[in-house]
């Protein structure tokens, strides 16, 4: 099944700089790529995705580049606050449409913005 | 706002004993999925189910039983849990958008 790296596992920036996330995965099929965040004792939630067919991605001050070639995808996220605090995780899947459709996430990043 | 409700919350059982975890969803999503979660191995799927009577292996089964009677239940079951079994679970349900709703959680502790 895929398998997806993700570095690193504990970042921490000043507030109003940039952090970045970044995700490897194995399985050339894969076309879909979600960010989640994860607030502590909260459970996860969809922030932004990417599918194979863009290059870039941007909502507010996330930012997502996917690298098809490399098998690589990235979330970028600019002006951090300190509300950016929380674990994220990256993940990717195949879905081809049919009934045998999973996600598969990275091990997660603890992002600590300090003031 | 999508609704996956588990129960129960938090639970302690003794080694050996059996655990249902149980989850709820009103989205009227086809797919359900039980994922662990474990510091330092982030979430991880155990089964999956796409229909009622009806359920897949993930990439963790072993130790795991699931139940999918109907659309909107789906359960995970530990029948002789252990030391090993100690995580957070989480259900989510999935839309046709493929975007996970998560439920609450359920802590469990196996002492």
């Known amino acids: 099944g895929e398998q997806v790296e993700q570095l690193p596992s504990i970042l921490r920036v000043q507030e109003g700089s940039s952090a970045s996330i970044n995700c490897s995965y194995e399985?050339?099929?894969?076309?879909?790529f979600p960010w989640y965040k994860q607030e502590p004792g909260e459970n996860p939630k969809l922030i932004i995705d990417?599918?194979?067919?863009?290059e870039r991605k941007q909502i507010q001050e996330l930012i997502v580049l996917l690298d098809k070639k490399a098998k690589r995808f990235s979330l970028h996220i600019t002006d951090t606050q300190p509300g950016d605090s929380a674990m994220y995780f990256c993940?990717?899947?195949?879905?081809?449409?049919?009934?045998?459709?999973?996600?598969?996430f990275g091990k997660g990043t603890l992002l600590t913005v300090t003031p | 706002e999508a609704a996956v409700t588990q129960s129960p919350r938090s639970k302690v059982a003794v080694t050996g004993g059996k655990v249902t975890l149980s989850c709820h969803q009103t989205?009227?999503?086809?797919?359900m999925y039980w994922y662990r979660q474990d510091t330092g191995h982030g979430l991880r799927l155990i089964h999956y189910?796409?229909?009622?009577?009806?359920?897949e292996k993930g990439d963790i089964p072993d130790g795991y039983k699931a139940s999918r009677p109907s659309q909107e239940n789906f359960s995970l079951i530990l029948e002789l849990a252990s030391l090993s079994q100690t995580a957070v679970y989480f259900c989510?349900?999935?839309?046709?958008?493929?975007?996970?709703?998560f439920g609450e959680g359920s802590r469990l502790i196996v002492v």
């Open positions: 990417i599918r194979s067919n863009m």
């Open positions: 399985d050339s099929a894969s076309n879909y």
């Open positions: 993940a990717a899947s195949f879905d081809s449409g049919g009934s045998n459709y999973k996600l598969t």
């Open positions: 989205n009227n999503h086809d797919y």
């Open positions: 189910s796409y229909v009622a009577d009806s359920t």
């Open positions: 989510a349900s999935r839309n046709s958008g493929n975007t996970l709703y």
